[in-house]
């Protein structure tokens, strides 16, 4: 009698305390870090999910210090958020050795929806070993604005090549100097010429090695054009916001720029506040990425887009795994989002908020769908910066009026240099 | 007796050696220092303890593990390859801040003092007011004030300076100067203030005794004011030598910036930091830390040396 | 230059003359000029950012490069820019501005009470360990602040004050700086000789303090009224590390946060809040406005204080 009772109180006992802890983390309230753009996202999703109201709360915070508090939580055992909205460059920080503090998302999102975000879209959210760090908001590729009534005026073929790029840069050079065709300023030249030239300005081998290397001929084909197009006065050696270069707009100087995809909608803007266009006058043509000839794919690069990640720490991953997938799939939020959703069935929901802006020649969208699928993959997420090894050393070489093939081997030397303090190997060639 | 002896007499007058009293003032010392003490140590020398045990350690998961890294963090510290421009650009920097800044700063506050009135007073606030802008305002002033285009200054950064783009200002070899027109314009107007403060606290007697004997304004603040002030402006050398050894917010905020081409690692602090919390590296940091303490103190230590800061009549030393 | 020499140029009672010394009062030409030039380029160099910061919301974003630097835009842009600044959170920016007030008054008053007795005990008493606090006090006045992040959070989160208002007021309220400035002020101003003849006298130590001392000490006060509250007000790095909660935030760290998401500063972030550079620039009016209507208030506390040195022989 005795044992019996012992065993099935033993056996009540496991079953409570198994089910404990499930019981726990359905009612757990999860907490969501996000800047004050996203408050759109968590409105979204209470409205979608009533029930859950209570159990999420929100904080609005500054992510460029997200790494520093993650570190303060990992010394006191507590107060990471389960949910934060950030880039992935972030992401990989945080992931590192010390920090470790995103949640592999594998278990929790299903192949149907992974499948479903545009080809390559999570990458940088993936380690090499295969574990997912975070989703994907939004996609930043760089696709080719242009000025549609100047193109036509001027009697120019749009171009769909580097090689055709250049040439029309050495044709306006003779034909109407003065013209831009592109700006090569800051990091934003970066990912534009050299990221859509797969130049290994640093790609992710593993997870403990990268390989660099600037004096690839992918990275001297672009350097030498973006050369050839600052000395003939087509390209300006200017940030896309500099005070100089939104003269030139306004001037009527820009005849196109290979930039973001939310160039369209906050750059060029066709508001009475815009920095580029303040008229809604159908002046805004787009056209795809440029890719070199002899090579199938017109791989392209971006500036931008940012991702959700959840806590390897949260006391309710499930909750929060749910909350993420909703954000960064539902129609919606991201229906109505700013920029071009990553998930592509809520981006052909999302086209429709283009159509009320009248800044559009034409309708982008087809552009910017089927560019998001071609940002190379291969750089990776690496945990520095190649942005600032750019603009500290790159940018200054050239104005002190070295040339961008110049300036390469003291951009190596500072990438290596980066890599290795952060602790990665570093390998020069593959 | 002309006024500059006049006014040594004066200062000196406080230095006769009373008798001790009966009743020592040393129990009541401690009992008007007590609560600061507490706050000191709570907030002042035991975090700077642990910042040092914290150069020993080693990091695992971020939480430094007490003395398990002996002096590695030092090494990866000092050996860094941005150590060696880190300190550079520190030194140039201080070269140029420090003599700017204290020159800068006892000039105004003289001018000020040297004619009360509405102008004085209205200058004083517009000299203190740049004191309270901070954070994203003070990274958009200085984005706008140092682009020749769309500047208050252009006139005088085209026509003067030469001056056409905004990257002929601001590039490397400019930061130090930047940094210094940035800090003058965030921290001069509380200096100015003390030091006219400061400068009220002088007997008018004395000043009056200088004018009648025939100083003018010039000799009147050479030689009268700018001796009896000069314990706050040793204490200013000290502090501004030691906080500008630890310039940090100016360059990261700066180095937000759109098309920056500022270093994030651009000054040694800027290196702690990344060292904490890019690497969770606090062991490195702290090392750092200690390095920037090392030299501050230096030069604090030389500095009340020649102007012997810490003596005063009571202490007899 | 004798006085009469000096006085000579305006010398004579004629309307002009009299003009001519309220206005240059008894500096030479020369002298005049040079106080005149000085004062006012300083002014410029000061001034000219404080007004185009005044300014800027006033303009569009765009307007902000195409319009000239001081030009003013439309008076409507900055009641739009505010609501633009609260379009997200209708009561945030008047919390912060609360807390931010509750906090840097109350470190205020507390570092204040505690810094003046100090300084004077350091200046004007002979004790133990008086040489070890003074180098202590400069010593974590020059250690660097970034250091003390992680021991600071670390003491805070052992009371169990991390995510309170206490964990910045606390912290804020050990004002070494204002302990030295005392000790410097006291050092020099008040003579043993008074304090001796008070405890000849029989006073207390106490009242050697309260009724001497520190009647004496009004620009002391007045000065370190407010440097406590500028350098508190502004504080972004202690309730950065401290706060995670949004409702407790100080001005500095709310609207950092609020801008740093948006492409305000950097143009990178894009986002569909009306937030932009109008914007920011409003958020450094908002931080400025009370520190310079505390700064006039307090001058006329700061000039009555001029001192004669406290010695009636």
Redesign the interface.
Known sequence: MKKQFLYSLTVFVLLISLSVPALAQEGTPILVWIDTTRQAAVDAYLAAHPENASLIQVEIVDR?EF??K??LF??VGSGWPDVVFAEPEIIA?VA?????YPLDLTPYVSADILDNFADGANAPCTTPDGQLLCLRNDLAQMVLWYDAPLMAEYGYDVPTTWEEYEALGNQVAAEHPGTIIGAF??DQGMHTYLWGSRCPVAQLVDATTVYINTADPTCTRAATMVDNLLANGSMVA??P????FV?LVTDGKLLMLPAASWYGEYVFGGKEDSLYYQAADGRLGVAAPLRWSGEDTAWTGAQGGSSWAVSKHSTNPTLAAEFVVFVTTADAYQGTAPTLPAYEPAATVWAQTLASNGVYAFDPFPVLQSSATLIDPLWGNV???RA?AF??VV??AL?DGQTVVEAMPVFQEQLV?LAQ???YTVVTSR | MTAQETARA?AT??T?R?AP?R?S?????????L???L??L???????I??FL?SFSK??????QLFQAGLSNYATAFS???FGSAIEHMIQFLLISVPVGIV?VV??AL??H???GR?S?I???????????????????AI??F?P??????GLLHGVFGFD???DLV??RNFPLLFTIITF?AG???WI??F???L??????IIEAA??D?C???QLAVRIKVP?IR??IA?ML??TF?GN??L?AEPQLIG?????????YWSP?QL??AF???????GA??AL??L??VI??VG?FII?RVTN??R?????E | ???QT?HSAARGNSAGARLYRSIV????FT?FLF?LI??IV??L?????????LI?PSKLDNE??SLP??AFGDFNNYIQAWNNLNVFDEGALVRWGFNSLFYTMSSLLISV???V??G?????????G??V??W?????????????????F??MNAFRLVNTPWAVI??A??F??G???SF??F???I???LL?AG??DGC???QL?RYIALPLAR??L??LA??SF?AN??N?FLPFVMLNNGDLFTL?LG??TL?AGTS?????FATDLPIK?PE??L???L??L???IV??LS?RY??S?????G?KE
């Open positions: 460029a790494s520093q993650v570190l990992n010394n920080t590192g050795e010390q920090h470790d300023g800051d200017l940030s916001f500099d005070p100089a003269q945990r520095f910066s600032s603009n500290t940018i200054p104005q240099n303090s952060i602790g | 004066a007058q406080t006769v009373t009293t009743r003032p040393l129990r009541a010392g401690h009992f008007f220092i609560p600061y003490v706050f000191l709570a907030f002042g020398v035991g975090p700077g642990y910042a914290i990091m695992v998961g971020g939480r430094p860094d390859f941005r800068g000039l105004l001018l000020l040297q004619r009360e102008f007073a200058m004083r606030t517009i000299y203190f007011v740049p004191g309270a802008v901070a954070g994203p305002a003070l990274v958009l002033i706008f004030m682009d285009n769309v500047s208050p200054f252009g783009q905004v990257r590039r490397e314009f001069a107007g509380g203030a003390i006219y403060g400061a009220n606290g002088i007997s008018r007697e004018i009648i025939g003018d304004n010039l009896l314990p706050y204490y000290i502090l030691a050894v630890q940090f937000r910036a759109p098309g920056s081409t500022l270093s994030p602090n702690g930091y904490a919390f890019e690497l969770g590296n606090f940091a702290a830390s200690m920037l303490l501050g103190v604090a009340i800061l810490f005063t009549e009571v202490s007899g | 230059m004798t006085a000096r009062g008894n500096m030479s002298g106080w000085v004062l300083f002014g160099f000061f001034g000219l950012p404080l007004l185009w910061l800027a902000l490069l630097p001081l009470a505690i810094s007795p100090a004077y005990a350091l200046a004007l008493s002979k004790f133990a008086r040489r606090i003074l202590a006090t400069l010593i974590t006045m020059i250690l660097p602040a970034s250091a003390l992040v992680l021991p600071l670390l003491e606390l912290p309220s050990f070494p700086f302990v030295y400035l410097i002020y050092a020099n101003l003579p043993p000789d001796a405890r000849v207390t130590e106490w303090f620009t002391l007045g000065l407010f440097l500028t007000w502004n972004y500095p609207l950092k801008i305000a500063i950097n143009p990178t550079r920011a620039a958020t450094g009016l931080m400025v009370p520190v310079a700064f006039i001058q700061v000039i204080g001029a001192l004669t040195g010695i």
